[in-house]
């Protein structure tokens, strides 16, 4: 296989996980599909968390990682992971009941926490730990959208706390294992 089809398929993953965050924003600035776009922009971030496993494991397999690489796969996981689940969050709690300030502050707790996680992976030097250093942003992401398929059973006060305290295990020191590196 030539290079430069080895640097093309996982970057394709990347961009196609990058190209889904999007399209879960643009779903939930659609008013039209008020009943379901809760559900839609979720799936789109599944979606678009797939992808962002099969990309690495692409590269390493491809033999093609990369610094650009890398980079534009944090730059998806901030749209994917960051600010489309903190657009879907804000509006969530909006339509659970929480006060429009709350809200915002919680959704920014979220969106400000995965941003200093991306940066502070970025920064660290390259090693083969079998642990990652705070909750990586997709975990994150993918723990609190789900809420998006049970909103009518979610709890204002609560979930908002939710919100807080994986915000806060993002950028806390706590270790989670690697997923190649998880006992099988």
């Known amino acids: 296989m030539s290079k430069h089809l080895t640097v093309i398929i996982p970057s394709t993953a990347t961009i196609s996980s990058l190209m889904l965050g999007i399209l879960a924003i643009i779903v939930l600035s659609d008013t039209d599909l008020e009943s379901s776009r809760f559900f839609i922009a979720g799936s789109l971030i599944i979606l678009g968390s797939i992808l962002d496993v099969l990309d690495g494991q692409l590269a390493k397999r491809l033999n093609s990682v990369s610094n650009m690489g890398k980079e534009l796969d944090s730059l998806a996981d901030m749209v994917t992971f960051g600010v489309a689940p903190t657009i879907l969050l804000y509006h969530l709690l909006l339509v659970v009941g929480v006060a429009k300030h709350i809200a915002i502050l919680a959704s920014l707790a979220f969106v400000l926490a995965g941003a200093l996680r991306l940066a502070r992976f970025n ?19 993918l723990l609190l959208i789900t809420g998006s398929f049970w909103q009518h059973w979610i709890i204002n006060i609560w979930w908002t706390v939710v919100i807080l305290v994986v915000s806060y295990l993002m950028i806390s020191p706590f270790r989670y294992v690697k997923f190649a590196h998880a006992p099988n």
């Open 123 to 141: 920064t660290l030097p390259s090693d083969r730990s079998a642990y990652f250093e705070g909750m990586p942003i997709p975990m994150a992401s």
